[in-house]
């Protein structure tokens, strides 16, 4: 482990880093958009915040959590050091660089354009180099992955590559497949417009190509969590994987359905016809399965785990899991979360009922809730299984661990739950101030207020959960090794080769990015459709 | 933890010593009843939420197409 | 170890699983034939109408110039409310639209990304520079709407809205140039 020790770390703080410096602003962003911060604050300032909000906890928190999370996992799944380090190490610091680029031009006012920055709203170059580099840094992170999985089953022959490494390398791939969509954009596209070779920028093909990313992404940042529930959680409850196999099956159609399905994010766009969009809305309903497996299976888990701690009946099971530990009660209030926010998702879908709440409070409540809650909680939980590991010391104290979960979901539910209703009520996203005077938005206010101080409440559990980190590198106690990842039931000997490697994946990811994309981004060359002047968000 | 030592996953009799064989079977017998009903209301749950959504706010608000 | 215990044969355990996907793909196909449904039956889907217009000359000529905009009846009855969207303001700034009869909504925007929503309806859409976006729809009450930009397009996005004016239908009438505005409050 310790030659991957101090690499796991330094991504992981970064990660927490630039979580918490977003997890500020996010809470002044809230506070000048509610009733009670209505004169604080620019627009300049507040889509300045916007943008560093949203891409410090898009693409920094996640991208290095990963990346750190993975080392991790190549390490002690398979038992053997991480090949490449230099490699490591030379992505990381690419990937600062990256971050620096990114951050500067946004502090200087010379890229509010969110951190979706669709054209032709236009940055300063350097916010845009920065990112390709943080992608590139990625992609060397992708290969490092596949590489030790690949070293290990030459070493291991015909045995099954364990469970935590099969669903990271999962990951990588797709992760591969995800970045192409930014990247054509970013290359072809935005740079060129930013600095200033071309003039015009065709609008409808940006988007397409960023969709691409925009919903495959978002699996990315959730595979992670999952990684936790299938090889992490059944252990930390004290019981045993209902099945590996299961386990494998949902990696797999996360690679496959995760890609195929972006346009879902493009429902309300002129530039698609509603049969590929009906295509995409199918295909969505797909990738609803492993999450839908996973929660099966995670819970049968949990169900081992608590009738072998004594639960009798038909729910018995449920109290006598040890919620003490933080790995187990964050998992249970994850669940929670993914409930209300796969509820939002189900909706989003929902082809023609998208309409009701696309850019409205809804789809904000949505990706907070879900992203922000279920799956940011769980990396709270890899964290403070990691730390320990990592630091050589153990946490002093558990309940400090658990107040800050709880802290998590409570303050993501006060500040999601009135978010959906205010979208359902007509409220449209990323404003910097309401005019409170308006009879249809005077009754938004109280609502907005309640948000805020559940956003106030997420803001002291950041704070709470890098106190605990930063404890455990300061703690004298010792670390009493305990074993981190779980046995399935049926722990396999064998597994086909299907489920152990993903040649045959790939080809059909081809096949269905084939299908779902191939048109929609064709018809942009076939039949080019009349471009858009460029518009320098950093002349202002 | 250092590098010499070997990881938890490849050690059975680390893991396994925390649950027994016996009591797991027995265990099996009912698993997975109780994850059965709890996740499939949870579903039916989120199903009904949707339909009552679209019954009752989405259609009220009319046609667009 | 296995053979000993029957219950923990991987195969039973599969076989929960299958039964359990087979229920919810049940819901979830369930879920999806209402989408359809409605999309057949009650002609409910996203605006895709998929039509090119040159964002950098649309103010120049056709459609979308000037005194085009706005709310007009033709010949044969229909209504067609044409729309611009640029930063940061919406051309006309308010669009009557008479109550219980079928409108056809056109948008395009000369600059950036747009979007827009009429609160209480379903109608939203975004507008992309290099297309005409359409909306077809039938409004129920009369009344104030909302119409706010609803995709961020600069510092001014915040400040960007028009007012939806649905009419009766006994008070929606075209003057001389076919043209309905605004009543002035």
């Known amino acids: 482990m310790r030659n991957a020790d101090r690499l796991c770390l330094a991504h992981s703080w970064v990660a927490f880093a630039a979580f918490l410096a977003a997890a500020v602003l996010g809470t002044w962003q809230m506070w000048v958009r509610s009733p009670l911060g209505a004169h604080v604050g620019t627009p300049g300032q507040y889509f300045m915040s916007v943008t560093a909000h949203g891409v410090a906890m898009a693409y920094v928190l996640t991208t290095f959590f990963i990346m750190g999370f993975g080392y991790f996992v190549a390490v002690t799944a398979l038992n053997r050091p991480l090949p490449g380090l230099l490699w490591a190490w030379s992505a990381f610091w690419m990937a600062i660089v990256g971050v620096l680029m990114v951050l500067l031009p946004i502090a200087m006012g010379q890229a509010t354009v969110l951190f979706t920055f669709y054209p032709p709203l236009t940055a300063s170059p350097w916010f845009y180099i920065g990112l390709v580099l943080i992608v590139v840094a990625s992609w060397v992170w992708c290969g490092l992955m596949i590489v030790a999985m690949w070293e290990w089953k030459r070493e291991n022959p015909g045995k099954p590559v364990p469970l935590a490494m099969f669903g990271t390398v999962s990951n990588a791939v797709m992760w591969l497949w995800t970045t192409v969509g930014v990247a054509v954009e970013l290359i072809f596209q935005v740079i060129p417009a930013a600095i200033g070779y071309v003039q015009t920028v065709d609008v409808g093909l940006a988007r397409t190509l960023f969709s691409w990313t925009l919903h495959a992404i978002v699996y990315f940042w959730l595979i992670p969590a999952y990684i936790a529930f299938y090889t992490i959680v059944p252990r930390a409850a004290g019981g045993r994987l209902y099945s590996d196999t299961m386990g494998r099956v949902t990696f797999i159609l996360f690679l496959v359905y995760s890609l195929p399905v972006g346009m879902h994010h493009l429902m309300m766009d002129p530039e698609h016809g509603n049969g590929t969009k009906f295509i995409q809305v199918l295909l969505t309903a797909f990738v609803s399965v492993p999450t839908l497996l996973t929660i099966f299976t995670i819970t049968a888990s949990l169900e081992i785990a608590g009738r072998l701690r004594g639960g009798r009946g038909l729910f018995g099971w449920i109290a006598a899991l040890p919620w003490d530990r933080p790995t187990v009660l964050a998992t249970g209030l994850a669940f929670v979360m993914l409930g209300f926010g796969g509820f939002g998702g189900l909706i989003n879908m929902g082809y023609g009922m998208n309409a009701m709440i696309h850019n409205t409070s809804w789809v904000t409540a949505h990706f907070h809730l879900i992203f922000g809650g279920s799956v940011v909680i769980m990396y709270f939980a890899i964290a403070y299984e990691m730390w320990p590991r990592l630091t050589g010391r153990e946490h002093p104290s558990r309940g400090l661990l658990r107040l800050q979960l709880w802290l998590w979901f409570i303050g993501m539910m006060v500040m999601t739950l009135p978010w959906h209703w205010l979208g359902l009520q007509g409220q449209w996203r990323r404003v910097a101030n309401f005019n409170y005077a308006d009879p249809i938005t005077a009754g938004w206010g109280p609502l907005v207020i309640l948000s805020f101080g559940g956003g106030l409440v997420l803001l002291l559990s950041a704070l709470l959960f890098t106190r605990n980190l930063f404890v455990l590198h300061r703690g004298t106690i010792v670390v009493i090794a305990r074993p981190l990842y779980a046995l399935a039931v049926h722990p396999p000997q064998r597994v086909p080769a299907a489920l152990n490697g993903f040649g045959l994946w790939n080809v059909l990811v081809l096949v269905l990015m084939l299908f779902a994309y191939g048109y929609p981004i064709a018809q942009f060359i076939i039949t080019p459709s009349p471009s858009a002047i460029v518009h320098r968000m950093s002349a202002q | 933890m250092s590098l010499d030592e070997p990881s938890a996953a490849a050690s059975r009799v680390e893991v396994a010593n925390d649950v027994d064989e016996e009591s797991l079977a027995e265990v099996m017998r009912v698993v997975p009843l109780g994850a059965g009903v709890l996740a499939g209301s949870a579903v039916a749950l989120l199903v009904l939420g949707y339909l009552a959504i679209y019954l009752l706010v989405f259609l009220p608000r009319g046609t667009v197409g | ?185």
């Open chain 3, 1 to 185: 170890m296995s053979e000993l215990h029957p219950e923990i044969h991987e195969r039973r355990i599969l076989g929960t699983e299958l039964l359990w996907a087979v229920g919810v793909g049940i819901l979830i196909a369930a879920t999806l034939s209402t989408i359809v449904f409605t999309a057949l039956t009650r002609d409910i889907n996203p605006p895709s109408n998929v039509e090119r217009i040159d964002p950098k000359t649309l103010h120049l000529s056709g459609e979308f110039t000037e005194q085009n905009l706005g709310t007009t009846v033709d010949a044969d009855g229909a209504v067609t409310a044409r729309v611009i969207a640029t930063q940061f303001t919406f051309v006309p700034r308010c669009i009557a639209v008479p109550e219980g009869r079928r409108i056809t909504m056109r948008f395009a925007a000369p600059d950036v990304i747009h979007g827009l929503l009429i609160t209480g309806t379903n109608v939203n859409t975004m507008v992309v520079p290099g297309f005409v976006s359409q909306v077809h729809t039938e409004f129920t009450r009369t009344g104030d709407l909302l119409m706010p930009c609803h995709e961020y397009c600069g510092l001014g996005h915040s400040e960007m809205w028009a007012t939806v004016q649905v009419v009766p239908q006994n008070e929606f009438k075209p003057d001389q140039d076919r043209r309905v505005a605004c009543a002035k409050r």
